[in-house]
């Protein structure tokens, strides 16, 4: 049963949103370098650094320039992020994980007829 896990864990991992994970944080830039949005390893925003001179255009630019970095940082996770390999046949993992089910089951019910019995003489020899 362990080894049927471990497939079926293995061949999960193996599809989408498995594996593809975006291994080193991604940096974008935009107003000429003086605004750099970060993405961290797990695809969030871990920090958004910008100069003072980022500021002297106005609001209006820098919202523009700071959209640009931040799209630019999440174009590049989705690309680095986007599951190419093959794709675990949905009928397949069904069907392996009944069987792991079954088996599970099966193990449970001859356990609790074992601990049955066990109990039953441990019963018994208390009266003797």
Known sequence: MAQQLSQARDAVAGGPGGTGAQAEPITAEAAEGRI???LGADGRFERIKMTLSA???G???LVEELKRAANEALDRHAEE?????????QAEMNERMARIQDASLQQFAQMRGEIGDLMDRIS???RA
């Open 55 to 57: 500021l002297k255009d």
């Open 59 to 61: 609001p209006d630019v």
């Open 124 to 126: 018994r020899g208390r």
């Open 36 to 38: 750099k949005v970060t």
């Open 81 to 89: 992020t986007t599951y190419t390999g093959p794709v675990p046949d």
